[in-house]
């Protein structure tokens, strides 16, 4: 059974950063796809940033670009997102995904994700 599980949000002022951590397990193949997403009050789920641990591709949110990076530790099966220059607009529950381990490409639609994380709150406010 995949599990994932998020950590590493919480309160942070604007221009801070915080890094989320993602522990995957139970996925029956070496190399998946997580993706991170975030849910905002009233908002639609967006996807923020994929890996493909195939190959460490990596697709970004146009609103994240040049802010967050995502990266993995195959090894200790961890997908990390580290957020630097926080702005309020970030404030959202930061979900991680898990894609069907036989298709090895990024995405950003939540459509196509099978597994979820149970979500972390970042809240970006002074």
């Known amino acids: 059974e995949v599990l994932l599980v998020e950590s590493g949000g919480g309160l942070v002022q604007p221009g801070g950063s915080l890094r989320l951590s993602c522990s995957a397990s139970g996925f029956t193949f070496d190399d998946y796809v997580i993706g991170w997403f975030r849910q905002a009050p009233g908002k639609e789920r967006e996807g923020v940033s994929c890996?493909?641990?195939?190959?460490?591709?990596?697709l970004y949110a146009d609103s994240v670009k040049g802010r967050f990076t995502i990266s993995s530790d195959k090894a200790n099966k961890m997908i990390y997102l580290e957020m630097n220059n926080l702005r309020p607009e970030d404030t959202a529950v930061y979900y991680c995904?898990?894609?069907?381990?036989?298709?090895?490409?990024?995405?950003?639609?939540?459509?196509?994700?099978?597994?979820w994380g149970q979500g972390i709150q970042v809240t970006v406010s002074s």
């Open positions: 995904a898990g894609r069907d381990p036989r298709l090895r490409y990024c995405v950003r639609q939540p459509g196509l994700y099978d597994y």
């Open positions: 890996i493909s641990t195939d190959d460490d591709s990596t």
